[in-house]
């Protein structure tokens, strides 16, 4: 990937952005002013993206799930501490994560993320390509949970935000340089694993990623 | 695993990060319900009692000033006290008879503090 495809950023509807941004300050308001039912609407509003971000470290729906939940009691507690220098959700998915990686030191990953059933893809079909991309992706995915902290977070947050270096920037609150090192790194050491792995098929195919 | 073993990464690996790392959940239905009412539980307990400093602060300014004191005192004995004898057994142990003496009391206070803080604890946990 190149230095320009790195810093590319998704194009993005500024306006319903704005008025996003503004609702929330006004439940963020709401709540703030005693109104704890108007938490609501910022929970309906941000579950998926936070239980997606979950699942992306653990890769298991139920403790994504558990996870979210905390993720956003957290933020309950902490609202008053939004100075609003930054977007709400910026600060929302740097709690978040923060909230992610706390619970991910606590239990770390330990099932075989092959054994997670995958949601299901419409496109799927049982052909040989399918089900060998199926594997390749599950190898490519136990790699990147293989990853030292740093740059699993910042291989994650990367795609969660859909190649926005600056997005995944901000949630992990670190300058785009760092970031940007780490995802270089990152995949090295990706590149390096999956190089290992193909060099040793045998002993793979017994550790039953491939 | 038919993959081509020269070319483990021979797609680009930023695509096949973006999608072997996508996989889309969707909460289930009861999410949002379970997220406010562990919300309205903790929006109905009390906060924690904050810690009463300024009750405090007068114990804590005896206790510096008492420590003070008696570093301030070691010294003085450390700087004038006569050296003891090499050969005074006798001085020796009426010393550490006098100085035995209150270990009693003290062993006493400290059992009275743990039997206080024990109580204290267990009242706390049954309200």
């Known amino acids: ?210 | 695993m038919s993959q081509d073993p020269e070319t483990p990464l021979s797609t680009n690996l930023n695509d096949r990060l973006n999608r072997a790392l996508d996989g889309e959940i969707v909460p289930s239905s009861g999410f949002t319900s379970r997220v406010m009412a562990s919300v309205g539980e903790d929006a109905g307990t009390p906060p924690p009692l904050a810690f009463p400093w300024r009750r405090a602060l007068p114990a804590f300014g005896c206790a510096l000033i008492l420590v003070l004191c008696a570093g301030l005192r070691l010294l003085w004995e450390l700087r004038y006290a006569a050296p003891p004898e090499a050969n005074a057994p006798a001085i020796h142990l009426a010393l550490l008879a006098k100085t035995a003496a209150p270990l009693g009391w003290l062993a006493a206070a400290l059992a009275i503090a743990w039997a206080s803080v024990k109580l204290c604890l267990r009242l706390a946990g049954e309200r």
């Not at chain 1, 509003?45 to 992306?56: D, E, F, H, S, V």
């Not at chain 1, 977007?87 to 330990?110: C, G, K, Q």
């Not at chain 1, 490519?140 to 699993?152: D, Q, S």
Request: glycine share 6%; hydrophobic share 40%; net charge positive.
């Open chain 1, 1 to 210: 990937m190149t230095a320009a495809e790195e810093t590319q950023t998704r194009p993005s509807d500024e306006a319903a952005d704005h008025g996003q941004a503004a609702a929330d300050g006004a439940c963020v308001d709401r709540i703030l002013a005693g109104d704890s039912s108007a938490f609501e609407e910022i929970v309906r509003r941000w579950q998926g993206p936070l239980m997606n971000l979950a699942y992306r470290f653990c890769r298991d729906r139920g403790r994504a799930e558990e996870m979210a939940q905390e993720a956003f009691l957290r933020a309950f507690r902490a609202l008053a501490s939004w100075r609003r220098e930054s977007a709400f959700s910026t600060w929302l998915f740097a709690l978040a994560i923060n909230v992610y990686r706390t619970e991910l030191r606590r239990i770390p990953v330990f099932a075989p993320l092959d054994s997670v059933p995958e949601p299901a893809d419409p496109r799927a079909s049982h052909t040989f390509e399918v089900q060998a991309q199926a594997a390749e992706d599950r190898a490519l995915r136990r790699a990147v949970a293989t990853l030292p902290e740093k740059y699993r977070e910042a291989v994650i947050l990367y795609y969660f935000h859909e190649m926005d270096l600056g997005g995944a920037a901000r949630s992990l609150n670190l300058p785009e340089g760092t970031l940007k090192a780490r995802l270089f790194r990152g995949r090295e050491l990706l590149r390096k694993k999956l190089a290992g792995k193909h060099a040793h098929p045998r002993r793979a195919s017994h550790q039953g990623d491939i």
